[in-house]
């Protein structure tokens, strides 16, 4: 990706969340987006993976070994594995 893509959240309280898209991955036949908040009070970024749906809808999801594999793919695709 060349061109930062930017995304604004909107959680289960009505917070709102603006985020830059990472990359998308695909693992198992879905996709999924690597996010990282933008939020200057924080020291230590956190980033956010959540499923995509095929209308672009994102949603999270609870599965911790899934959520390890997609980070490691995503690690592996830009290079950050090492």
Same mark, same amino acid.
């Given at each position: 990706?060349? &061109?930062?893509?930017?995304? =604004?959240?909107?959680?289960? #309280?009505?917070?709102? +969340?603006?985020?830059?898209?990472? *990359?998308?991955?695909?693992? #198992?036949?879905?996709?999924?987006? +690597? =996010?990282?908040?933008?939020?200057? *009070?924080?020291?230590?970024? #956190?980033? %956010?993976?959540?499923?995509?749906?095929?209308?672009? #809808?994102?949603?999270?999801?609870? *599965?911790? &070994?899934?959520? *390890?594999? +997609?980070?490691?793919?995503? %690690?592996?695709?830009?290079? %950050?594995?090492?």
């Amino acid at each position: 990706m060349n &061109e930062s893509e930017f995304i =604004l959240l909107t959680d289960e #309280e009505g917070n709102e +969340v603006e985020c830059e898209l990472l *990359d998308r991955i695909l693992f #198992e036949g879905a996709s999924y987006a +690597v =996010l990282l908040p933008i939020d200057e *009070d924080s020291s230590e970024p #956190e980033a %956010l993976i959540l499923r995509e749906d095929e209308e672009g #809808e994102l949603s999270g999801f609870d *599965d911790g &070994e899934l959520l *390890d594999k +997609v980070f490691r793919l995503f %690690l592996e695709k830009n290079g %950050l594995d090492k």
